[in-house]
């Protein structure tokens, strides 16, 4: 079975569950899951990791830039 949204496509094994099918049928429209991996057991995303990397996607008609660029209280 191959699972995917657009280009992004992974193999799954037989049997295994296609969790990017099954959160983003969970999820509001306007959220979704790309992909996922398996870690080790003992993994801890505190404290195993090697490196982070978050991606934020806005759609531009309700973006308010002058509101999001204004400094927040306590910077």
Known sequence: MVAGL????CRLD????DYVRVLNG?????MG???W????ID???RFSY?????KYFFWEDNLNLKVSR??????
């Open 6 to 9: 657009g280009k992004a496509r």
């Open 14 to 17: 037989e049997g295994e569950i």
């Open 26 to 30: 969970a999820l509001p429209n306007d």
């Open 33 to 35: 899951v790309l992909g």
């Open 37 to 40: 991996c398996s870690v080790p």
């Open 43 to 45: 993994f801890s995303a």
């Open 50 to 54: 090697l490196s982070r990397e978050y």
């Open 70 to 75: 204004k400094p927040t209280l306590g910077n």
